[in-house]
């Protein structure tokens, strides 16, 4: 079982959609949760760190359930700039990080 | 402020030479990781280097993979003998100094595309 999780898609909607990424992690023990955006596998871009009271900046709004060791992304009114692959990370504290596969994105006009 | 920096950005080995990749971190961040993404996978964490010490090298091929991050200069992982299977995208990140219990951001680089033939 991979360490982290993710509906690698293609996720194909209209500009101006509101879409969900879903991601699940097994280790108890990890402590950080980031989402980052990789475009056409250039490097990675942290667009947020993740907190267990949820948090939210701009149309992005990330949400952490550790029961559940389940974490979400939610963009709203989906912009065509929003096309890229959208990396679950979490971390142990120990310095490195665990990314999921990814899944991408594609907003259409 | 200069991001992180890799070089080569390409590298093109033919099965059996070496590789060696290098990357200068951000300026104040004494913290380096190293990562591989292979074709169509997620990348996968491979060492963890501060100024001349190794801190955790999990990630690391046991054969032919090495690390290293000195007192001056960039910090540079080396492949001997690639092989076909080495063919990857490899991703250096830094942060600066770690001042609590939680995980610093880390800012890649560019990163090297290493193909093998």
């Known amino acids: 079982r991979k360490e982290v999780e993710q509906d690698p898609g293609p996720f194909n909607v209209p500009e101006g959609a509101t879409v969900a990424f879903n991601c699940t992690y097994s280790n108890s023990a990890s402590q950080s949760f980031f989402w980052y955006r990789q475009d056409c596998r250039k490097e990675p871009k942290l667009l947020m760190s993740v907190y267990s009271s949820g948090n939210e900046d701009g149309r992005f709004t990330a949400q952490l359930n550790r029961a559940s060791q389940y974490i979400s992304l939610l963009i709203r009114d989906s912009k065509l700039s929003d096309s890229a692959t959208y990396l679950c990370v979490v971390s142990p504290n120990t310095g490195k990080l665990i990314f999921g596969q990814g899944t991408t994105l594609q907003v259409k006009p | 402020n200069a991001g992180v920096m890799q070089n080569p950005r390409h590298l093109v080995r033919r099965r059996g030479q070496e590789a060696r990749l290098r990357c200068s971190p951000m300026?104040?961040?004494?913290?380096v990781y190293w990562y591989r993404q292979l074709p169509e996978e997620g990348l996968k964490f491979m060492v963890y280097l501060q100024k001349e010490n190794i801190i955790d090298e999990s990630g690391m091929p046991k054969e032919r993979f090495s690390a290293e991050f000195p007192k001056e200069g960039p910090s540079i992982l080396r492949i001997q003998q690639v092989v076909r299977g080495d063919s990857a995208a490899y991703f250096c990140?830094?942060?600066?100094?770690?001042?609590?219990?939680?995980?610093?951001?880390?800012?890649f680089g560019p990163g090297t595309r290493l193909t093998v033939l």
């Open positions: 990140a830094s942060s600066p100094p770690r001042q609590s219990s939680t995980t610093d951001t880390q800012y």
């Open positions: 300026k104040g961040h004494s913290h």
